[in-house]
C-alpha cells in the first residue's frame, strides 16, 4: 500500500537527462504515482548522457516509477497522452520550448483537457527570448552563470564544479514550484504553468556573488579553495591529506590560533579583522598551511572540533560512503533490483516524521507498465494491440 505524504498526486514524467527526472524523483520518493512516458523504439537522448538504463545513473534518477511507452509524435500517441493527462496533477517537461507545442502537448492544450493540471518546464534559456531555441547542458550554464569564472586557481583556467550542480538545483526549483502550484490549486482549484530554466537557476546558485555585483559593482574571480570574504576558510594539506576550514569571524579565528597553539597569531594588526585577514591572505595561509601539515587530518579534526571551529576532512567517494555520521543517517538507501540484485542508491534528502521518503522499486523494464496503464484509461485488449501493432505504444 502506498502510504507516501505525495500518494493522491499523479505525475506525468515526460522529462530527460538530469534537471526534470530530479524533480520528479522529489515526488516519487513521497509516494506520487509517477508515470515515466518514453518512446516505443529507439534509446532517449536523455539516455546518452545517464548511461544504460540499469546503470547506476538511471537507476537513481528513475526510481519509484511506472513506464509507459508511447510515439509522441503520432496522433494516436498524443491523444493517449491527453487522456493519461486528464488523470494527472502534474506534467514534467524539458523539452526546448517549441517541442511542447509542436507536438501539441503544450499547457493550452494540456489545460484544456484539465483545468487542473500544473505543467513543470524546464529549459535551458527560458520559453522565450533569444536563446529559447538553443540546448541547455550544465556545463554550459556553469560558464553562462559565473560559476566557472569564480572556480579555480587564481593563475589557473576556469573551472567546471565536480558535479552537475545546475541541473539538480533546476530539478530542486522545479520541484519547489510543482509543490507551490499544488498548494495555490486547493484555494483556486485551478493548475498552472510553472517555469524554470537553467539559466536563472545558475544565476540564483551564484546567491550572494550575484548579490555583490548587482549590489555593490563587485565582480568576484577565482580564488581556489578560499573564501572571497572571509578568512581563514579554505582548505589545507596536512601530513596525510587535506583539512577544510571555516573560522571566519573574529571569534573563531581567535579559536583556532588557540587550537593550532598559536594564540598570539589572533594578536596581529594585519590579522586582526576579516577584512584584513583577506587583504593578508597569501601570508595567512602560508602560516595556516605550516602548521596544519604537522598533524594528520583526523587529529587536526579531533582538535578543531574540540574548539568549536567548523572543519572536515576532503573525501574520496568511497571515504564519503565509509563515514560514520553518513553510514548512521542511511544515506545509502538499499532495494532489489530483479537483476542486478541489491543496489544502493542515494536516499532521500528531505526527512519527515511520520510519511518519510522511501525507494519501493527501481525503475521498471521500458514500458513495463505499458498494458496496465492504458487498461487503466479504458481501453480494451483490442485496442491495445492495435496500437501496438501500429507503433504507437
Given at each position: 500500500m502506498n502510504d507516501g505524504a505525495l500518494r493522491r498526486f499523479r505525475v506525468i514524467d515526460l522529462s530527460q537527462v538530469r534537471a526534470g527526472p530530479t524533480c520528479v524523483k522529489q515526488l516519487a520518493d513521497f509516494g506520487a504515482d509517477v508515470i515515466k512516458v518514453e518512446p516505443p523504439t529507439s534509446v532517449q537522448r536523455g539516455e546518452l548522457y545517464v548511461g544504460a538504463r540499469d546503470g547506476a545513473d538511471m537507476q537513481n534518477l528513475h526510481r519509484n516509477k511506472r513506464s509507459i511507452t508511447l510515439d509522441l509524435k503520432s496522433a494516436r500517441g498524443r491523444d493517449v497522452l491527453l487522456r493519461?493527462?486528464?488523470?494527472?496533477?502534474?506534467?514534467?517537461?524539458?523539452?526546448?520550448?517549441?517541442?511542447?507545442?509542436?507536438?501539441?502537448?503544450?499547457?493550452?492544450?494540456?489545460?484544456?483537457?484539465?483545468?487542473?493540471?500544473?505543467?513543470?518546464?524546464?529549459?535551458?534559456?527560458?520559453?522565450?527570448?533569444?536563446?529559447?531555441?538553443?540546448?541547455?547542458?550544465?556545463?554550459?550554464?556553469?560558464?553562462?552563470?559565473?560559476?566557472?569564472?569564480?572556480?579555480?586557481?587564481?593563475?589557473?583556467?576556469?573551472?567546471?564544479?565536480?558535479?552537475?550542480?545546475?541541473?539538480?538545483?533546476?530539478?530542486?526549483?522545479?520541484?519547489?514550484?510543482?509543490?507551490?502550484?499544488?498548494?495555490?490549486?486547493?484555494?483556486?482549484?485551478?493548475?498552472?504553468?510553472?517555469?524554470?530554466?537553467?539559466?536563472?537557476?545558475?544565476?540564483?546558485?551564484?546567491?550572494?556573488?550575484?548579490?555583490?555585483?548587482?549590489?555593490?559593482?563587485?565582480?568576484?574571480?577565482?580564488?581556489?579553495?578560499?573564501?572571497?570574504?572571509?578568512?581563514?576558510?579554505?582548505?589545507?594539506?596536512?601530513?596525510?591529506?587535506?583539512?577544510?576550514?571555516?573560522?571566519?569571524?573574529?571569534?573563531?579565528?581567535r579559536a583556532l590560533c588557540g587550537a593550532i597553539g598559536?594564540?598570539?597569531?589572533?594578536?596581529?594588526?594585519?590579522?586582526?579583522?576579516?577584512?584584513?585577514?583577506?587583504?593578508?591572505?597569501?601570508?595567512?595561509?602560508?602560516?595556516?598551511?605550516?602548521?596544519?601539515?604537522?598533524?594528520?587530518?583526523?587529529?587536526?579534526?579531533?582538535?578543531?572540533?574540540?574548539?568549536?571551529?567548523?572543519?572536515?576532512?576532503?573525501?574520496?567517494?568511497?571515504?564519503?560512503f565509509g563515514d560514520p555520521q553518513v553510514r548512521h543517517c542511511g544515506i545509502a538507501e538499499a532495494v532489489r533490483h530483479p537483476q542486478r540484485g541489491t543496489l544502493h542508491l542515494i536516499s532521500q534528502v528531505v526527512g519527515l516524521t511520520r510519511t518519510p521518503a522511501r525507494i519501493a522499486s527501481t525503475l521498471e523494464d521500458k514500458g513495463g507498465s505499458t498494458v496496465e496503464l492504458l487498461g487503466e484509461l479504458g481501453f480494451d485488449a483490442a485496442e491495445v494491440e492495435r496500437m501496438q501493432a501500429e507503433g504507437v505504444v
Open positions: 493519461l493527462a486528464r488523470t494527472a496533477d502534474v506534467v514534467v517537461e524539458n523539452f526546448r520550448p517549441d517541442v511542447k507545442t509542436r507536438l501539441g502537448i503544450d499547457y493550452a492544450a494540456l489545460s484544456a483537457v484539465n483545468p487542473k493540471v500544473v505543467l513543470v518546464s524546464i529549459s535551458g534559456f527560458g520559453q522565450d527570448g533569444p536563446y529559447q531555441r538553443r540546448p541547455g547542458f550544465d556545463q554550459v550554464l556553469q560558464g553562462m552563470c559565473g560559476l566557472m569564472s569564480t572556480t579555480g586557481t587564481p593563475q589557473g583556467e576556469p573551472m567546471r564544479a565536480g558535479a552537475a550542480v545546475i541541473d539538480v538545483t533546476a530539478g530542486l526549483y522545479a520541484a519547489l514550484g510543482a509543490m507551490t502550484a499544488l498548494l495555490e490549486r486547493e484555494a483556486s482549484g485551478r493548475g498552472q504553468w510553472v517555469q524554470v530554466s537553467l539559466l536563472h537557476t545558475g544565476i540564483g546558485l551564484m546567491d550572494f556573488q550575484a548579490a555583490r555585483y548587482l549590489v555593490d559593482g563587485a565582480v568576484a574571480g577565482r580564488v581556489g579553495n578560499d573564501h572571497p570574504t572571509s578568512m581563514p576558510t579554505s582548505a589545507y594539506a596536512t601530513r596525510d591529506g587535506y583539512l577544510n576550514v571555516g573560522a571566519g569571524g573574529d571569534a573563531m579565528w598559536q594564540p598570539e597569531l589572533a594578536l596581529r594588526p594585519d590579522f586582526a579583522s576579516d577584512p584584513e585577514r583577506v587583504r593578508n591572505r597569501a601570508e595567512l595561509n602560508r602560516i595556516l598551511g605550516e602548521a596544519f601539515r604537522a598533524r594528520s587530518t583526523s587529529e587536526w579534526v579531533e582538535a578543531l572540533d574540540a574548539a568549536d571551529v567548523p572543519c572536515g576532512p576532503i573525501y574520496s567517494m568511497d571515504q564519503v
